[in-house]
Each structure stands twice: as structure tokens, then as C-alpha cells.
């Protein structure tokens, strides 16, 4: 399961950090890129897990279980879009 984690940042806005059950990889990136994500290759090559897209940004080291997410507007059900993703992504790789 991902759990979820509300945390405040600047300016009364709020971020979320996800809990993965597993940490991200770089192969998983493609799941994301599949849904219509966009991925910077030079991201990828120094290790950063960054996906922009439907209003969200997602960001984390590859190895950590923590990704940062970033959302404008209609956050709760986009996150949820995002989540069933983590999760196809994280189990792909087992």
C-alpha cells in the first residue's frame, strides 16, 4: 500500500509525499511516459525520478521510497490516478 503524507511548504500551499512499498527505479519511469507523463531524459541519467503531467509533478531520488508530488488543481483525484500508477510500476519490477 502507499501511504500518504500531507506536508506544508511556502505560501500556505501544501505538498504530499507518497510512501512507496518499494523504492523507485529508473525502469519504472516508462509506466508513467506509457500514461501520457513527461520525463526529462537528463533526469533520468542523474538519478532523479521526475514526471510532469495531468497538473502533477513528481519528484525523488532513485533508491528512496519518497516521492515528492506537486499538484495546481483537482489534487485529491489526479493523486489517486498517480497512485494506481506507483503501483503498477512498483509491482512490474518485483
Known amino acids: 500500500m ?5 506536508v506544508k511548504s511556502c505560501c500556505g500551499r501544501s505538498n504530499i509525499i ?4 518499494q523504492a523507485i527505479r529508473k525502469h519504472q519511469v516508462s509506466v508513467f511516459e ?5 520525463a526529462p ?3 533520468k541519467q542523474i538519478g532523479i525520478f521526475y514526471v510532469r503531467g495531468n497538473d502533477i509533478t ?3 531520488p532513485y533508491g528512496s521510497k519518497r516521492i515528492t508530488i506537486y499538484c495546481n ?5 489526479k493523486i489517486e490516478e ?9 509491482f512490474l519490477s518485483e
Do not use: M, N, Q
Request: net charge neutral; with cysteine.
Open 2 to 6: 502507499i501511504k500518504r503524507h500531507k
Open 18 to 21: 507518497l510512501e512507496a512499498p
Open 34 to 38: 506509457g500514461a501520457g507523463y513527461s
Open 41 to 43: 531524459d537528463s533526469h
Open 58 to 60: 513528481a519528484t525523488a
Open 73 to 77: 488543481k483537482d489534487c485529491d483525484s
Open 82 to 90: 498517480f497512485e494506481k500508477l506507483l503501483l503498477i510500476a512498483v
